[in-house]
């Protein structure tokens, strides 16, 4: 197995990984062959039918939120139905709801209309999915706050001071004390400093930060932030029950390269997973240890000694996740074939004894023979790893393009399944907690050319249903999803318990009004404020009239308090386009220009929705 590793790797070096993926994405090009061909027994065809066939009128068990990429959305669909249920703006502006046009989302936004969403994290209590949040990072340096009581973006924190490149986030804290943020691309900080690019390995800084999380409302704000050598910082996970208060990132580039870093990153045998006690670093801050750089309290392990050691793990990792049990922490290098386990105890025993091989810019490098329970043959190119109930864990392979499952102390591959095509991470049902469901997991491939009808050169997104409920894994559905998932997370539908409808009480907006008798206009010099009632089938007024250069502000209300009642405002030439939900209240300001203009309610609400309409009409001076 290592020779054949050995042989490929040395190949792909040599010719260039994107050299590799042309070859392979070749060889898999085919017209879609008739479905009759596909493989699969009559049996095994009935089995996936039957296992993911919900009945009209009822529901999935679980729901999956998977990241937008650089759509900046997050997308919501069931299990195992894989239907798309919900799309979630958060970075980017969505006019089927009406997102980045209102006055309050615009300001969320601020002047970014775009951010690469990459991994969303639901809020834990005691390392189980509670149900109430979800966060979302993005590249620009920004986390998201999407509150899962009505599936809304509350809060866009960011971007955060010293992080450049936000790929290493939004891991989660067992009981949602704090979102861990880190730099994928390493600066000079504060942000706006200058250093040439032949002062990379002294001058550029890494930097891994903490988000500290309100317990009640769940907003963020600053915590602390620990200076780190220029490597470029991954993926992480929170350390919980034994391994509680720490967590792991991977980091690459451990050469301190710049350039073609296929080549100049690629020359050590092993990068770093960096292991982090955060409750230390937490503890520091508290005492004002560190210093101010860009308005945030950054530490520097080298003069404050045990808040980072370095676990070296094989060449270019992407994937670390920490056992359900909390004694495991598991590295994969992507240029490697094998996934290595890393035992928790022996990392402290480690930590106590010294047992260190060398530094990085004054943090210790403990001694990967040291720290190592196993190395698991799973196949090339593993990336990342989720866990299942009875110590069962799943690796996908984007060379191989499969998923291999294993088991936690006894270090062998029990089976593996092809996928198409290229996968790169996966989501079990609730994976990232203490306590795994077993029963799916999704493949998050890259490519899906060759299984479905052609919709020209942007294909479809895959994302591959898998029955892991028995030891021998079965493929059950296809699903092709829109761009670019990255990363999901998967919840049992009953920990969530959303609203339909906002209770009237509750909408404590300055300018929401509840009859159509409180509706009109008012003004205070050149600043007009229009109160606006939306109710099947009018909206209230019908016009209204305001003079050319006024600043208007419309405050648009709907006051049903019927499921799926939705409004919208749409007001034609001014680029403005609000969707109200039954019971809430948006607002848009705009200045006027000189004219009549159409008003109408863009979301279809009963027979009588193209009667719902009005015009604006603007004096000139």
């Given at each position: 197995m290592k020779r054949l590793w050995n042989a490929r790797l040395s190949t792909w070096l040599a010719a260039g990984a994107g050299v590799l993926l042309l070859i392979g994405y070749s060889a898999c090009s085919p017209s879609a062959p008739p479905s009759s061909s596909r493989g699969g027994g009559t049996s095994d065809i009935a089995n996936a039918a039957q296992r993911t066939y919900v009945a009209p009128g009822d529901l999935d068990e679980y729901y999956v939120f998977a990241s937008g990429g650089h759509s900046g959305n997050v997308y919501v669909y069931g299990i195992p139905s894989m239907r798309h249920l919900s799309t979630i703006p958060v970075f980017s502006p969505y006019p089927a709801t009406g997102y980045g046009f209102d006055d309050d989302s615009k300001k969320m936004l601020g002047g970014l209309t775009w951010g690469d969403a990459h991994h969303p994290a639901l809020s834990e209590t005691a390392g189980d999915y509670d149900g109430r949040w979800l966060f979302i990072n993005e590249m620009n340096g920004r986390v998201a706050r999407i509150d899962l009581r009505d599936f809304k973006t509350k809060q866009i924190y960011g971007p955060v001071p010293n992080i450049s490149g936000n790929h290493g986030s939004s891991f989660i804290t067992p009981n949602s004390e704090y979102v861990m943020v880190a730099s994928r691309f390493s600066i000079p900080i504060p942000k706006g400093t200058y250093a040439p690019i032949d002062k990379y390995a002294t001058d550029y800084k890494g930097v891994i930060g903490?988000?500290?999380?309100?317990?009640?409302?769940?907003?963020?704000?600053?915590?602390?932030?620990?200076?780190?050598?220029?490597?470029?910082?991954?993926?992480?996970?929170?350390?919980?029950?034994?391994?509680?208060?720490?967590?792991?990132?991977?980091?690459?580039?451990?050469?301190?390269?710049?350039?073609?870093?296929?080549?100049?990153?690629?020359?050590?045998?092993?990068?770093?997973?960096?292991?982090?006690?955060?409750?230390?670093?937490?503890?520091?801050?508290?005492?004002?240890?560190?210093?101010?750089?860009?308005?945030?309290?950054?530490?520097?392990?080298?003069?404050?000694?045990?808040?980072?050691?370095?676990?070296?793990?094989?060449?270019?990792?992407?994937?670390?996740?920490?056992?359900?049990?909390?004694?495991?922490?598991?590295?994969?290098?992507?240029?490697?074939?094998?996934?290595?386990?890393?035992?928790?105890?022996?990392?402290?025993?480690?930590?106590?004894?010294?047992?260190?091989?060398?530094?990085?810019?004054?943090?210790?490098?403990?001694?990967?023979?040291?720290?190592?329970?196993?190395?698991?043959?799973?196949?090339?190119?593993?990336?990342?790893?989720?866990?299942?109930?009875?110590?069962?864990?799943?690796?996908?392979?984007?060379?191989?393009?499969?998923?291999?499952?294993?088991?936690?102390?006894?270090?062998?591959?029990?089976?593996?399944?092809?996928?198409?095509?290229?996968?790169?991470?996966?989501?079990?049902?609730?994976?990232?907690?203490?306590?795994?469901?077993?029963?799916?997991?999704?493949?998050?491939n890259k490519l899906s050319h060759g299984r479905h009808l052609n919709v020209g050169p942007s294909q479809p997104e895959s994302s591959q249903l898998i029955d892991i409920g028995d030891e021998k894994m079965k493929i059950l559905y296809d699903a092709f999803t829109e761009p670019e998932p990255h990363y999901a997370q998967i919840v049992k539908a009953d920990k969530l318990k959303p609203i339909e409808v906002y209770p009237k009480e509750e909408n404590k907006h300055p300018l929401a009004i509840w009859d159509v008798k409180d509706a009109g206009v008012t003004r205070v010099g050149n600043k007009v404020t229009v109160k606006i009632v939306a109710v099947r089938s009018t909206l209230t007024p019908t016009s209204f009239e305001v003079q050319e250069g006024d600043i208007v502000t419309v405050a648009v209300t709907n006051i049903e308090q019927t499921t799926d009642e939705l409004h919208g405002f749409g007001l034609l030439d001014y680029n403005i386009n609000l969707v109200v939900d039954p019971g809430e209240t948006k607002t848009v300001t705009f200045t006027a220009k000189k004219g009549v203009f159409p008003y109408y309610c863009t979301n279809f609400c009963s027979a009588l929705h193209q009667e719902m309409q009005g015009y604006l009409i603007v004096k000139p001076r």
């Open positions: 903490a988000l500290k999380i309100d317990a009640t409302t769940g907003n963020l704000d600053l915590g602390f932030q620990i200076l780190m050598p220029p490597f470029d910082y991954d993926i992480g996970d929170a350390g919980k029950l034994t391994s509680d208060g720490w967590m792991f990132l991977t980091a690459y580039n451990a050469e301190r390269a710049t350039g073609k870093l296929e080549v100049t990153a690629s020359q050590r045998d092993r990068d770093y997973i960096a292991a982090v006690d955060w409750r230390a670093a937490e503890k520091a801050a508290a005492q004002g240890l560190g210093e101010m750089i860009g308005g945030v309290r950054v530490l520097d392990p080298a003069k404050v000694p045990g808040l980072v050691y370095l676990m070296p793990c094989g060449k270019s990792p992407h994937g670390v996740a920490v056992s359900p049990d909390g004694k495991y922490i598991i590295g994969s290098g992507k240029l490697q074939g094998v996934t290595t386990a890393f035992n928790f105890e022996k990392v402290q025993t480690a930590i106590r004894n010294k047992d260190f091989d060398g530094s990085e810019d004054g943090i210790p490098v403990l001694k990967y023979e040291s720290i190592k329970d196993a190395e698991v043959e799973v196949g090339l190119g593993p990336l990342h790893t989720q866990f299942g109930p009875d110590g069962m864990a799943y690796t996908s392979l984007f060379v191989d393009s499969a998923i291999a499952s294993w088991k936690l102390g006894e270090w062998k591959v029990i089976d593996k399944v092809p996928v198409s095509y290229a996968v790169g991470h996966l989501a079990a049902a609730e994976g990232d907690t203490v306590n795994p469901d077993g029963n799916y997991l999704i493949s998050l």
